[in-house]
């Protein structure tokens, strides 16, 4: 099972979403995925995920399941089932307390699979007066 999960993320590891732009109708990250695409929004540890047409406009969540694969800081990771939100998103909120790198969110419709993986690390922003240093 952890030479899957490995091997799962070192594939769409090396997955860029090609060579053309998305269009971010929730305002998140959009990569292709086959012939959908997924976008997947982070803000104050709520995931948000959506499954796109081809045309990059949101589906309808109705006959959709989604799960994600995330993987923590220190390399762990766990499945998570995605909870519809709305009419149209998926959610799932991170444990504030831990650190996270990614997660391989999927989602299943008509029989047809899309998979696509996301940057779950949170940086550190840089310091108000503009210089980046700790203390």
């Known amino acids: 099972m952890t030479v899957l999960l490995i091997a799962t993320f070192t594939t769409f590891a090396q997955h860029s979403g090609g060579d053309h732009k998305h269009g971010s109708p929730h305002g998140g990250t959009v990569k292709s995925a086959g012939g959908f695409h997924i976008e997947v929004s982070v803000k104050d540890g709520m995931v948000m995920a959506y499954l796109l047409d081809a045309n990059e ?32 998103g998926f959610m799932y909120t991170l444990d504030k307390a831990k650190k996270y790198n990614k997660a391989i969110v999927t ?8 998979s696509a993986s996301f940057d779950l690390m949170v940086k550190d922003k840089p310091a108000a007066d503009g210089h980046d240093h700790q203390h």
């Open 107 to 114: 989602f299943t419709t008509g029989g047809k699979t899309a």
């Open 57 to 88: 406009k949101a589906m309808k969540n109705k006959a959709v399941t989604g799960t994600a694969v995330i993987q923590m800081a220190d390399g762990k990771t766990s499945t998570i089932t995605l909870t519809p939100s709305g009419n149209e």
